[in-house]
């Protein structure tokens, strides 16, 4: 009886897979390139952040290269065009630019741009978070267009530098997001620093 070699692997299983199954990593490449030791491989919450920021300069050069403007590139995001931007939008267009993100980065990111918590990422919110607005400022065009398609109200349009003629939009501050057990240097050097007794 002669073996036929091809004959005994088409009886494989559709989901079989060939080769040795590697589990994921329990590291990421931000611990690789920082030479941290297992103990203090970035975990949980820190994690997040990590790759969420990681996402975020992301975006923000891939805008800056593919547009040259705030409303070009925000327009490429908002593909229905109702001025704001969802997350099935924010999905698309982070495929476009070669980031695969799965539901919870997705929703992390949204979370994060998102200011109004209306689950929804506005033009303002987009130019603070998701680009690097002070490198792509409004020209008066662009300002007459952001204004006109209510995208943009004219009190959230500012000055870039006192004096200058360049524009744009208002700045949004995060609050801060640091953890409550990170302590800053000199808070810790104040904490310890007691006056003398005047007995």
């Known amino acids: 009886m002669v073996s036929h070699s ?28 920082h030479n941290r030791t297992p103990k203090d491989f970035l975990r949980g919450k820190d994690r997040q952040r990590a790759i969420l920021a990681t996402v975020q300069q992301h975006l923000k050069r891939a805008n800056y290269h593919h547009f040259s403007s705030l409303l070009e590139a925000f327009r490429h995001f908002d593909k229905n065009g109702d001025g704001k931007i969802d997350k099935e939008e924010l999905k698309d267009a982070c495929v476009t630019f070669g980031l695969n993100l799965d539901s919870n980065v997705l929703d992390l990111l949204v979370e ?9 990422i506005n033009f303002v919110e987009f130019a603070n978070f998701l680009t690097w607005k002070d490198k792509m400022s409004i020209g008066k065009l662009e300002e007459k267009i952001l204004t006109e398609e209510c995208l943009l109200k004219p ?3 500012v000055l870039k530098e006192e004096g200058g003629s360049e524009k744009t939009t208002k700045t949004l501050i ?19 620093v007691t006056l003398p007794s005047s007995i």
């Open 6 to 33: 091809i004959a005994d692997t088409l009886n494989v299983p559709a989901d079989h897979t060939f080769g040795i199954l590697l589990r994921p990593e329990k590291h990421g490449v931000g611990d690789v390139l």
């Open 112 to 120: 994060y741009c998102d200011e109004d918590k209306d689950g929804l």
């Open 155 to 157: 009190e959230e349009i």
């Open 174 to 192: 995060k609050g801060n997001q640091t953890p409550d057990i990170y302590e800053t240097s000199s808070s810790r050097i104040g904490a310890s």
